[in-house]
């Protein structure tokens, strides 16, 4: 068992550093050997015995923040429409700053993983959101005979088309990009973005946007 924690600890040491590195350097410049530097001492074994390459360090590192962004104690509500509604609020609240930021500057940064980043948003997020929006149409909060095909214009638009600008783009930018998603999705007669969801977004891009 205490060889197993080792085990755990030593590979997310390997994750915190490599992250620290792609962010503060950029992925291309890092060398697996700047990965090892700040590893206090272990050796470039270690890091293979984990992973395959330095590139599978950074993909692990985004399909653990996608993972871990959308647990399902996050989808609080009295029914689908309000799980969606305040998963939103949620996600452009400061607590979650770091993990948005650090995710999207990295998968910005690296243009070979954007591909990557965006089939893993679709295979491993639309699916769970997907499940909200057939329990609103099943409690009655979400009229749509597409759920799947919803989840996926969810995913595309509010998690790529928008957070994943955040910190890339100006704040008007972003809240006119907000403004057209709630238009969209009222237009679709899905009241996904309230005046409270676009209250959050606001305040959140006043602070975090491109200056």
Same mark, same amino acid.
């Given at each position: 068992m205490a060889r197993k924690? #080792?085990?755990e600890k030593t590979r997310q040491l390997i994750l915190d550093v490599s992250k620290k590195l792609f962010l503060e350097q950029g992925y291309e410049e890092t060398s697996v050997q700047d990965i090892i530097d700040g590893l206090g001492g272990l050796t470039k074994g270690v890091i293979y015995h984990y992973f395959d390459s330095k590139y599978d360090i950074l993909k692990t590192i985004l399909r653990l923040s996608v993972s871990s962004d959308f647990l399902d104690e996050q989808w609080r509500g009295e029914n689908g429409l309000e799980k969606l509604q305040n998963f $939103?609020? #949620?996600?452009?609240? #400061? &607590?979650h700053h770091v993990n948005c930021s650090d995710e999207a500057l990295l998968a910005l940064r690296t243009s070979k993983v954007l591909g990557d980043y965006y089939t893993q948003q679709f295979k491993e997020f639309a699916p769970e959101v997907s499940v909200i929006i057939q329990e609103g149409i099943a409690d009655?909060?979400?009229q749509t005979d597409y759920p799947e095909e919803l989840a996926e214009l969810f995913v595309l638009t509010i998690n790529l088309w928008l957070r994943l600008q955040?910190?890339?783009?100006? &704040? #008007?930018? $972003?809240?006119n990009r907000a403004l057209f998603l709630k238009q969209m999705f009222e237009l679709l007669n899905v009241q996904i973005i309230t005046d409270d969801v676009l209250k959050q977004m606001f305040s959140y891009f006043e602070t975090h946007s491109k200056k």
């Open positions: 924690r #080792d085990s $939103l609020i #949620d996600s452009f609240s #400061d &607590q009655g909060s979400i955040i910190g890339a783009s100006t &704040q #008007d930018e $972003l809240s």
